[in-house]
């Protein structure tokens, strides 16, 4: 399935910043080489402090198939690190596995400023490793997830070992946005209708990963002290088998006309979508969302049946994280075309952080 008119993005630049030290505010197609904050300027080159306390970095890997649905995610918070992963019977509907780690500044954590090849992202404690790579060279990103009976809290180990597929898929969408309030500026790159591979044993039970889809997401920034937002990210295949992937977002990364994350991947390409709308009951996750977007483009419903929650009060640092895994459906216009989308997996997100 081919829409008759693609909606391009310009390439993503060498470099966040100008030679005169300027981000490079705007949305692009491809990867961004290496996040290389340092080499802003001027009012946009954070104080010492500033970077200890308001660099914010983390990593995002999800993946899916008919049967199942995988995710983890690295956290550097600059003070503190942490890591989660969770896995979903989708023909059951229900969780098989949900770990959550805290962890301090250091060792335990590493996440590079590569967010495409060479890419390093990993958490490591006693019982526990969530990793992913890609080298330089590589067309795929290697996925390992090692969680001991000890950590899972039950008879059975997380063993999750796969690959998503880089080459044939569709460009990965970048973002150089400036934050709002206390906050300077904001990178995200995000891939989504990758091809997945590899197997996942967890609950005591085994599934393959081929034949799947995947993304990711890598972001890092000098974000504001207050920062909160709805997400939505989604991959899997329409009903004729082409690869899938949606990344939508409110409340964050838009405070700029040129900045906007909202995007569909369909086979090996990528289009931009308008600003998105989150409807949804805030004391009640599990009930159903709605999604849209500003120009009508995008319409969908979401359900779910199982939560992943994170929420921390220590003072001064609060989070509250929710992020709900289940199914979408609904459609989606592209040019001319309207997709139908029907037990599509994936997650959304409600966090308001004081970080």
């Given at each position: 399935m081919t829409p008759e008119k693609d909606a391009l993005l310009p390439l993503a630049p060498e470099s966040v910043a100008t030679t005169q030290g300027e981000p490079r505010f705007g949305t692009y197609q491809g990867e961004l080489p290496e996040v290389d904050l340092p080499r802003l300027l001027g009012k946009w080159a954070p104080a010492r402090t500033t970077r200890l306390l308001k660099r914010k970095r983390w990593h995002y890997t999800f993946t899916a198939t008919q049967e199942v649905a995988a995710l983890f995610a690295v956290v550097d918070l600059g003070y503190s690190s942490s890591a989660f992963a969770v896995a979903i019977d989708l023909r059951e509907r229900k969780v098989l596995c949900d770990?959550?780690?805290?962890?301090?500044?250091?060792?335990?954590?590493?996440?590079g400023d590569k967010p495409g090849a060479g890419l390093n992202a990993s958490f490591r404690t006693l019982g526990g490793k969530l990793a992913i790579r890609r080298g330089e060279e590589d067309e795929r990103y290697q996925v390992q997830v090692d969680v001991s009976r000890m950590r899972t809290g039950s008879l059975n180990t997380f063993q999750w070992n796969g690959e998503l597929l880089v080459a044939g898929g569709p460009p990965a969408l970048t973002v150089i946005a400036p934050v709002q309030g206390d906050g300077l500026v904001n990178v995200t790159m995000k891939r989504n209708g990758l091809l997945s591979f590899g197997s996942l044993e967890v609950g005591g039970k085994r599934f393959r990963l081929?034949?799947?889809?995947?993304?990711?997401?890598?972001?890092?920034?000098?974000?504001?002290?207050?920062t909160a937002w709805r997400w939505a990210f989604a991959s899997g295949r329409l009903a004729d088998g082409t690869p899938i992937g949606l990344n939508l977002v409110e409340g964050f990364n838009?405070?700029?006309?040129e900045a906007n994350e909202n995007a569909l991947w369909l086979g090996d390409r990528l289009y931009p979508l308008a600003r998105a709308r989150f409807e949804y009951d805030t004391k009640n996750l599990m009930a159903p969302w709605r999604l849209t977007t500003a120009d009508g483009a995008l319409d969908l419903r979401f359900q779910p049946f199982y939560v992943h929650r994170e929420e921390r009060n220590l003072r001064l640092v609060i989070s509250h994280f929710a992020q709900p895994v289940g199914l979408f459906e609904g459609t989606v216009k592209v040019g001319s075309k309207t997709l139908q989308l029907s037990n599509l997996p994936g997650v959304t997100e409600d966090q308001d952080m004081l970080w």
């Open positions: 770990v959550s780690f805290l962890g301090a500044p250091g060792p335990m954590v590493s996440l081929d034949g799947g889809v995947g993304g990711i997401d890598y972001t890092q920034g000098y974000l504001a002290r207050h838009e405070s700029a006309t």
